[in-house]
């Protein structure tokens, strides 16, 4: 099994992303122990000054101004995790927990939180145990973090709450431990806020999202590709001459990928006899680059903030260099909740466009020849009629999702917190925009095969040819009478999720960009 080895400096997407989804076990190195160590013996020397340091011997956030005597600090410490563990709804998936928690651990390490050695070290052990907490989908507001979610993740530190196993069975977190031999915590001064107050978890979901959005952008590519050639329209507005005198780099990516997917087509520029010439083809066949391409460019900025913020120590206060424990406003999550927000719109535009071809491509008047809904016996059949009803009803969902979660704030503590960034909600709303895109792009992708195949006599080019090939073998039925529709649409969707469309086109075009 893969091992993550972290230090003081941060950490990779791809250390997340190992982690997070695919159960890679995490060490502390040497150096992040050292680290620890030190930072420790600052927090216990202002812990033994009978001055008030916040977060050390003061109560939180409005409660602050409350001095809190040596006797009664493991007890704050412990009932701000258990006071703050106070999420509602459903249970957020594993790999958001499990990213949650490594990312607070990533912190940690650092050693700018004043957390003991041994606390990391129980928390990296519950991560390789394969323990995940229960968390909630509300009780985030992305300031001071994620506070409720990670409070549910400490609480399962101190072998309390519920946990679900490496068996997926839910039970007792502290009968979860046992089981594994890791003794609970016992929670010292700092180190109950410490552990709360971080960008952590829309910090984990925004490196997912480009994940899995990285590969829905050459997917969307490919299919957008597959939709010219259906369409018989022309692959000359892909040349890169022309994207060269509009510089945006996401743009030239995206046009070269339609035209490595096009080479050797036999059906693009076709003209069938009787039609009216075409100057050009509609906007959502020839403006496919400049909309995929300024997504791609969105995601790079995206890209730039997630590794800003990997390699930040985001806790209130922090342990300086110099020694000093400073207080300010680092565990804010704006940067992140902004970029959430604009990956959510572009996203949405991108299942917008795709679309708008399907429908192009089901409509008698505008496909140049196929067959009305691209039916068998049309009447008799009704063809994909409503398989574009359920991409629109996606569609219209993305736009909904793309409303800024945050242009929104809502004051809480007392008005100490009183502008908030909603990140953790506008990542929730990202995830869900990410499916929704994964199921337009698979029904664009089954009518545009689908009306490649009805176009008899005439050759799609190499790779579509291998994208089709492999639809076809994923189980996924081309041109016929009328079927129970859904289990092709749930296995296209399935097919595109696990890239497999992406898999089965570059052995033929080479990498896609």
């Given at each position: 099994m893969q091992t993550v080895v972290l230090g003081t400096s941060g950490t990779t997407p791809q250390d997340v992303i190992d982690v997070a989804r695919h159960g890679a076990r995490v060490e502390l190195s040497t150096e992040a122990v050292r680290a620890l160590a030190a930072a420790r013996g600052v927090i216990d020397a202002l812990a033994a000054k009978p001055e008030p340091v916040y977060g050390v011997s003061t109560g939180f956030g409005a409660l602050a101004t409350r001095h809190i005597s040596h006797e009664l600090r493991a007890q704050l410490q412990r009932n701000i995790v258990r006071s703050h563990a106070a999420g509602m709804g459903p249970r957020v998936e594993r790999e958001v927990v499990r990213a949650l928690m490594f990312l607070r651990l990533k912190t940690v390490a650092s050693g700018h939180t004043g957390v003991r050695p041994e606390v990391a070290q129980t928390m990296a052990d519950v991560l390789n145990a394969g323990i995940t907490p229960v968390v909630h989908e509300y009780g985030s507001l992305g300031c001071s973090g994620d506070l409720a979610p990670l409070s549910h993740c400490a609480l399962a530190l101190m072998g309390e709450g519920d946990a679900e196993g490496p068996d997926g069975e839910l039970r007792p977190a502290g009968e979860l431990l046992a089981a594994h031999g890791i003794a609970p915590v016992e929670?010292?001064?700092?180190?109950?806020?410490?552990?709360?107050?971080?960008?952590?978890?829309?910090?984990?979901?925004?490196?997912?999202?480009?994940?899995?959005?990285?590969?829905?952008?050459?997917?969307?590519?490919?299919?957008?590709?597959?939709?010219?050639?259906?369409?018989?329209?022309?692959?000359?507005?892909?040349?890169?001459?022309?994207?060269?005198?509009?510089?945006?780099?996401?743009?030239?990516?995206?046009?070269?990928?339609?035209?490595?997917?096009?080479?050797?087509?036999?059906?693009?520029?076709?003209?069938?006899?009787?039609?009216?010439?075409?100057?050009?083809?509609?906007?959502?066949?020839?403006?496919?680059?400049?909309?995929?391409?300024?997504?791609?460019?969105?995601?790079?900025?995206?890209?730039?903030?997630?590794?800003?913020?990997?390699?930040?120590?985001?806790?209130?206060?922090?342990?300086?260099?110099?020694?000093?424990?400073?207080?300010?406003?680092?565990?804010?999550?704006?940067?992140?909740?902004?970029?959430?927000?604009?990956?959510?719109?572009?996203?949405?535009?991108?299942?917008?466009?795709?679309?708008?071809?399907?429908?192009?491509?089901?409509?008698?008047?505008?496909?140049?020849?196929?067959?009305?809904?691209?039916?068998?016996?049309?009447?008799?059949?009704?063809?994909?009629?409503?398989?574009?009803?359920?991409?629109?009803?996606?569609?219209?969902?993305?736009?909904?999702?793309?409303?800024?979660?945050?242009?929104?704030?809502?004051?809480?503590?007392?008005?100490?917190?009183?502008?908030?960034?909603?990140?953790?909600?506008?990542?929730?709303?990202?995830?869900?925009?990410?499916?929704?895109?994964?199921?337009?792009?698979?029904?664009?992708?089954?009518?545009?095969?689908?009306?490649?195949?009805?176009?008899?006599?005439?050759?799609?080019?190499?790779?579509?040819r291998a994208a089709i090939d492999a639809l076809r073998a994923a189980g996924v039925a081309g041109p016929g009478p009328d079927r129970f529709l859904a289990p092709d649409l749930a296995a296209a969707d399935a097919f595109v999720g696990a890239g497999k469309l992406v898999a089965a086109v570059e052995p033929v075009t080479g990498p896609l960009a």
């Open positions: 929670l010292k001064e700092k180190e109950g806020l410490a552990l709360l107050n971080g960008t952590d978890g829309m910090l984990g979901m925004l490196i997912m999202a480009l994940a899995d959005l990285d590969t829905l952008y050459k997917s969307a590519d490919i299919t957008a590709a597959l939709s010219l050639e259906a369409l018989l329209g022309t692959e000359k507005v892909l040349e890169p001459e022309l994207h060269a005198i509009r510089p945006h780099p996401g743009q030239a990516a995206a046009a070269a990928n339609m035209l490595a997917v096009l080479k050797g087509s036999g059906l693009t520029g076709h003209a069938l006899a009787g039609e009216a010439p075409r100057v050009q083809d509609a906007y959502s066949v020839r403006c496919a680059p400049q909309v995929a391409g300024a997504g791609r460019d969105t995601m790079a900025h995206a890209r730039l903030v997630a590794e800003r913020e990997l390699a930040a120590a985001v806790d209130n206060p922090v342990v300086l260099s110099d020694g000093r424990v400073a207080s300010n406003g680092n565990f804010h999550g704006a940067p992140v909740a902004y970029v959430l927000d604009f990956l959510a719109i572009a996203a949405a535009d991108l299942g917008s466009i795709a679309e708008r071809r399907t429908d192009r491509l089901l409509d008698k008047n505008r496909s140049h020849g196929l067959p009305p809904f691209l039916a068998e016996d049309a009447g008799v059949d009704s063809g994909l009629m409503i398989a574009q009803y359920t991409q629109a009803a996606l569609v219209s969902e993305m736009k909904r999702l793309a409303v800024p979660a945050s242009a929104d704030s809502i004051p809480s503590s007392a008005m100490q917190e009183d502008h908030v960034s909603m990140g953790w909600s506008a990542a929730r709303k990202l995830r869900t925009a990410i499916g929704n895109l994964n199921r337009i792009i698979a029904v664009e992708l089954y009518a545009a095969t689908r009306g490649i195949e009805l176009r008899e006599g005439l050759t799609p080019a190499p790779a579509s």
